[in-house]
């Protein structure tokens, strides 16, 4: 799959999605905080990190963090908006340039939905992980999401080459790296975070 987010155009834009949808980034972020339960002091490394929504709002909870992306022009926007407070680096999430057990969270917030190969992504971040691996993608099972998908087939849109999961899918995915591994998941978008497989929005918590 290609790079779609190497685009200047989309970069600038990817803050003001949030900015526009703060009802659904607040019901992501309840979910995301649920399941993970960072401390401060704690590193976390955010795979695909795009402009840097969520780098901010994880440094602002006091974590030591590092953000990575492909796209050029999203680590451009990352580091106009948070400036010289995070090291922020153009890095492929299929080859992270950082030793085994670097940090105590990773994150991936819709990054497996844009890559060519969500396996190796996601071998890349359970090495680097020493404690626990957050997963945020989108729901193929959800009406949100599917009114993206048949949106996209109409114009022009980051959504049509991007591949949603199930909840069982993403849970499949990691026991086939490594099967005893601890999974929890949540879903959340348009209610509360719960044990709901129809929410837009799922959260897998790998320890």
């Not at 999974?183 to 790998?206: D, E, H, R």
Request: hydrophobic residues 45%.
């Amino acid at each position: 799959m290609d790079n779609l987010f190497d685009n200047e155009k989309i970069a600038r834009n990817y803050n003001r999605w949030y900015i526009e949808n703060l009802k659904i980034d607040e019901l992501e972020k309840r979910l995301i905080l649920k399941l993970i339960k960072p401390n401060s002091g704690e590193t976390l490394l955010d795979i695909g990190c795009g402009a840097g929504w969520h780098l901010h709002w994880f440094k602002n909870l006091g974590l030591e963090v590092k953000g990575i992306d492909i796209s050029p022009y999203m680590v451009e926007e990352a580091r106009e908006f948070l400036g010289d407070k995070v090291d922020i680096r153009v890095m492929s999430a299929e080859n992270l340039e950082f030793a085994d057990n670097s940090f105590d969270i990773v994150t991936l917030i819709t990054v497996l939905e844009f890559v060519e190969d969500p396996l190796k992504v996601l071998r890349e971040a359970l090495r680097v992980s020493k404690n626990r691996v957050f997963l945020g993608v989108l729901n193929k099972y959800s009406w949100l999401n599917l009114r993206r998908k048949v949106f996209s087939l109409f114009k022009e849109s980051v959504y049509k080459k991007a591949k949603f999961y199930t909840v069982r899918e993403l849970v499949n995915l990691v026991k086939s790296i490594y099967k005893d591994l601890n999974i929890y998941w949540q879903t959340a978008i348009p209610n509360q975070p719960s044990k709901n497989y129809w929410g837009a929005f799922i959260g897998v918590l790998i320890t």
